[in-house]
Structure formats: C-alpha cells, structure tokens
Antibody
Framework: EVQLVESGGGLVQPGGSLRLSCSASGFTFSSYTMHWVRQAPGKGLEYLSTITNNGGSTNYADSVKGRFTISRDNSKNTLYLQMNSLTPEDTALYYC???????????WGQGTLVTVSS | EIVMTQSPATLSVSPGERATLSCRASQSVASNLAWYQQKPGQAPRLLIY???TRATGIPARFSGSGSGTEFTLTISSLQSEDFAVYFC?????????FGGGTKVEIK
C-alpha cells in the first residue's frame, strides 16, 4: 500500500525558514517523480514543485521560485521541501503527492500545516 | 497558465438527488482533466481521470464528461458520504492547475 507521510510543519515568523519532509513507502520511491501541492485554509489547491526520480530535474511554480527548494534522498525514501523567506501567504497545508505517469495525482499524504505569523 | 473555473461554488442537494458540477478551462486541455473529492480534514481523493474514467474503487454513480474546455462531474444519486468539496484539475499544460472547488452540501 502506498503511504506518504509529511512532517516538519509548524509556526514560523515571516521571513523565516522551514524544511518539510515526506516519508514514502509501498512503492519503489527512486523510480518516481514526486510533487508538492499546497492548500491555503478554506481555499483551493496549488501546485508547487516537482522533482524527477533521480533529482536531476526540478520545476517550481512562479509563486515559490527562488524561495523554495525541492530535493530527495532515495536512500531514505524521503522527499523534502526547503522553504525560505516565508510570508503569511505561504500559510497552508502542504501535501506530498505521487502522480500517475500520465498526469493525475493518485496518492496524497495527509498534509503538514505551515503557519506563517508573527 | 490555464485558469480552471468551477461552478457553482456551492450546490445544495437533497440525498438521492442528482448533482451536476461544472468545470471550465481558459483554453483547451483536451481530455487531460481529473476530479477529486475532499472531505473535511482529509486529503483529496481521485475520482475521475482522463475526463471520464473512474479511478479504482469509485462507485458508478460518479461520472465525468466533456473535453476541450467544458467538463462535467455528475453524481447520479447523492449518498450521505458524497457531501464534500470537489475540485477539477488540468494536467494538459504546465503548470498543472486546479479549480476553486464546488462544495456539495445537504439541502
């Protein structure tokens, strides 16, 4: 069974940093491109970032480009999201997602909440 | 980026009735559209992909249709467990984008 478990969320001050982790199991992690998606409280879903299976290629939404960095450690079956220069607009539930090769999001973690506030 | 617009924002339906949710793309996404259901405190769950293919384990009362820019999710006879928020998602163009959601509530 595919499981994605996010951690690392919490309360951080504006301008601060946080690193999120996503521990994956139930599939061959090193074979799959992985993604981060977020959802602000009471709002819709927003794509954030993608990393290929070997970490060789990454993509970012314009809203986080230059501030967030996606990475992975295939030896630990773990996906990361380093978030810097956080603003209140980054307050959201952050999901780790495994996508089908054709594009739709099949497996979602339970999310980890990031709150940016002074 | 492609803007996905869902309507209505809220749909009030009685159990057993039919619900029809709409999703419009700002440009063609072919059939590269998915629908998700989200209940409070839960992650989204994939319902439909390829505009009309039900995901594994999804009941037949859920159906999707459309292509290009106009899509519909129909729930033929609403059950109590179907009251939730529904999102559409285009994966035809990068970046992938989502609609703002339709909340299906009990009338």
């Amino acid at each position: 069974e595919v499981q994605l478990v996010e951690s690392g969320g919490g309360l951080v001050q504006p301008g601060g940093s946080l690193r999120l982790s996503c521990s994956a199991s139930g599939f061959t992690f090193s074979s799959y491109t992985m993604h981060w998606v977020r959802q602000a409280p009471g709002k819709g879903l927003e794509y954030l970032s993608t990393i290929t299976n070997n970490g060789g290629s990454t993509n970012y939404a314009d809203s986080v480009k230059g501030r967030f960095t996606i990475s992975r450690d295939n030896s630990k079956n773990t996906l990361y999201l380093q978030m810097n220069s956080l603003t209140p607009e980054d307050t959201a539930l952050y999901y780790c997602v495994k996508k089908h090769s054709s594009g739709w999001y099949v497996y979602w973690g339970q999310g980890t909440l990031v709150t940016v506030s002074s | 980026e492609i803007v996905m617009t869902q309507s209505p924002a809220t749909l009030s339906v009685s159990p057993g009735e039919r619900a029809t949710l709409s999703c419009r793309a700002s440009q063609s996404v072919a059939s590269n559209l998915a629908w998700y259901q989200q209940k409070p405190g839960q992650a989204p769950r994939l319902l439909i992909y390829g505009a009309s293919t039900r995901a594994t384990g999804i009941p037949a009362r859920f159906s999707g249709s459309g292509s290009g820019t106009e899509f519909t999710l129909t729930i033929s006879s609403l059950q109590s467990e179907d009251f939730a928020v529904y999102f559409c998602h285009q994966y035809n163009n990068w970046p992938p984008t989502f609609g703002g959601g339709t909340k299906v509530e009990i009338k």
